[in-house]
């Protein structure tokens, strides 16, 4: 069983920073891609903010490009999202997920709200 724990979701004003990291426990194949998706109020769906491949290959939606970084540590299984320069337009439930081959898992969610 996997389980995915994330932490670092808070309240900022618009310009500030906070960090997200999700740490994945459980069994872990080596090669996998760990991500987050973003809910954002009036949204129904989850949409892609940024994802890594074990190896360091990234990919980031156009909106948080040169303002975001996600990065990983392979040896405690651990991503993380440094976002910077936040706007209110980021807020919402943040969520880690780990994709293994066809196999999908998502954490439970973490709350960041922006305010102007």
């Known amino acids: 069983q996997v389980q995915l724990v994330e932490s670092g979701g808070g309240l900022v004003q618009a310009g500030g920073s906070l960090r997200l990291s999700c740490a994945a426990s459980?069994?872990?194949?080596?090669?996998?891609?760990m991500g987050w998706y973003r809910q954002t109020p009036g949204k129904q769906r989850r949409e892609l903010v940024a994802d890594i491949t074990t190896g360091g290959t990234t990919n980031y939606i156009d909106s948080v490009k040169g303002r975001f970084t996600i990065s990983r540590d392979n040896t405690k299984n651990t991503v993380y999202l440094q976002m910077n320069s936040l706007k209110p337009e980021d807020t919402g439930v943040y969520y880690c997920?780990?994709?293994?081959?066809?196999?999908?898992?998502w954490g439970q969610g973490t709350q960041v709200t922006v305010s102007a």
């Open positions: 997920r780990l994709r293994m081959y066809s196999t999908e898992y």
């Open positions: 459980g069994s872990i194949f080596s090669l996998n891609i």
